[in-house]
């Protein structure tokens, strides 16, 4: 075999290596719990937004903070990569939303600002902290708040997923934080041609 076509096996052994549910996912399938997730967030411009404007679209949510010194970056340059290297019909059809959790500190112009440095077509979003949580709690993203010494005088313990909400609106995966990016693809373009 030659080298050129043996590298080319390397994402298809990666998919295999993954395992496939009953549907058809790589990922976490929460289609079984019925989730349409329900909120009114703001837009960098203050502007109320809501799930219902992006319906059409597959949407990677994914709950963090600004101050975050390692987790929240890592994940949002994994996201990048991600959209970065997704074909351009699928890139025009997903879209990723940066959702903070840090009410106190992050206005939605900070949140959105921060969610374009890594992707200019990525969205931040937040609320007050009642919206977020009650928003949280559908996804099943859970955060702590802990005071620490020092300049940034608190903290967030939170969890790292991403959650896939599909075209019509309803949340169907849950991406590991270890979840690799052909797997998430793939997942994504069956969503993306599910009628």
């Given at each position: 075999?030659?080298?050129?076509?043996?590298?080319?096996?390397f994402?298809?052994?990666g998919l295999l290596a993954c395992g496939v549910d009953e549907r058809g996912f790589y990922n976490k399938d929460q289609t079984a719990q019925g989730i349409v997730p329900q909120a009114s967030?703001?837009?960098g411009d203050g502007n109320a937004v809501?799930?219902?404007d992006f319906r059409g679209k597959a949407?990677?949510?994914y709950f963090g903070y600004t101050n975050s010194p390692e987790m929240v970056p890592t994940a949002m340059r994994k996201y990048a990569s991600l959209i970065r290297n997704l074909r351009s019909k699928d890139a025009e059809r997903v879209q990723f939303l940066f959702i903070s959790f840090d009410s106190e500190r992050d206005t939605p112009a900070l949140s959105n600002t921060y969610a374009r440095l890594f992707n200019q077509g990525f969205t931040g979003l937040a609320a007050d902290a009642p919206q977020i949580a009650?928003?949280?709690s559908q996804f099943g993203a859970t955060y702590t708040k802990k005071s620490v010494a020092g300049s940034a005088a608190y903290h967030f313990e939170h969890s790292n997923e991403a959650y896939v909400v599909d075209p019509k609106g309803r949340l169907r995966l849950a991406l590991a934080a270890d979840a690799l990016l052909e797997p998430i693809t793939?997942?994504?373009q069956k969503l993306l041609a599910e009628k």
């Open positions: 075999m030659k080298r050129r076509n043996f590298l080319y096996l994402p298809a052994l967030l703001f837009g809501s799930f219902e949407l990677v949510v009650a928003l949280a793939a997942d994504l």
